[in-house]
């Protein structure tokens, strides 16, 4: 039984270069969230998957952050010309299709991102 | 909309003392309210979660939580802290119609003495 894995687990980037991030959800769940983790914050939402359709994005996510989830798989979080703002924890969690409760959000280990 | 705010960035407790973590949580609709906790290095793990019914929510590791609408709090408690309760926990809210984002306070971090 695994969980959300994300790949890769580091990366530092110096200013101005791009990055991806993937995630892989548990398999089975359809729905896919992607957070952004700062320090000393909490997690704040950045964009939502059902399937492969993107329903939800977070004003956080702003023209440069760019989210995939081809054929309802995995996803893939681009930025492009990262700022040292842009460094943070980011967090993929995944959930299972409704069944009429509440479901929970799994996360994975998220990927540690640190813009020079 | 919604928001959380947990009191308290850091907690020190000692080893077999009470835990009790605090949060205030905002929300124009009737809410849905979670506790996560987070290890160095890894994702958030669920630790309970409060829908509707019975207000005192048990949860994983010994923890619990009691939904307290007139007060808007959902503190979380344990009897006696473990060394492995020291972590990072998050207290979280959500609305509870359709698609509504988690929303996390800003932590509290658990330190265990022996």
């Known amino acids: ?116 | 909309a919604q928001s959380v705010t947990q009191l308290g960035s850091h907690v020190s407790v000692s080893e077999g003392a009470l835990v009790l973590l605090r949060c205030n949580y905002s929300s124009s609709v009737p809410p849905y309210l979670f506790w996560y906790v987070q290890y160095p290095n890894q994702g958030l793990q669920l630790l309970l979660k409060y829908t509707t019914g019975a207000t005192l929510v048990k949860g994983i590791n010994g923890f619990e939580a009691e939904f307290k609408k007139s007060e808007t709090s959902f503190h979380l408690t344990k009897p006696s802290a473990h060394m492995s309760d020291a972590a990072e926990y998050f207290c979280a809210v959500r609305g509870n119609t359709g698609f509504q984002k988690l929303v996390f306070g800003t932590g509290t971090r658990l330190l265990v003495s022996p």
């Open chain 1, 1 to 116: 039984d695994t969980g959300v894995s994300q790949d890769p687990r580091h990366k530092i980037t110096k200013r101005g270069q791009n990055v991806t991030f993937r995630c892989d959800p548990i398999s089975e769940h359809n729905r896919l969230y992607w957070y952004r983790q700062t320090l000393g914050q909490g997690p704040e939402f950045l964009t939502y998957f059902q399937n492969e359709a993107q329903l939800e994005k977070s004003r956080l996510l702003s023209d440069r952050f760019s989210a995939e989830r081809p054929k309802g798989s995995f996803s893939t979080l681009e930025i492009q010309r990262t700022e040292q703002g842009d460094s943070a924890m980011y967090l993929c969690a995944s959930s299972p299709p409704r069944t009429g409760g509440i479901n929970e959000q799994f996360f994975g280990p998220g990927t540690r991102l640190t813009v020079l």
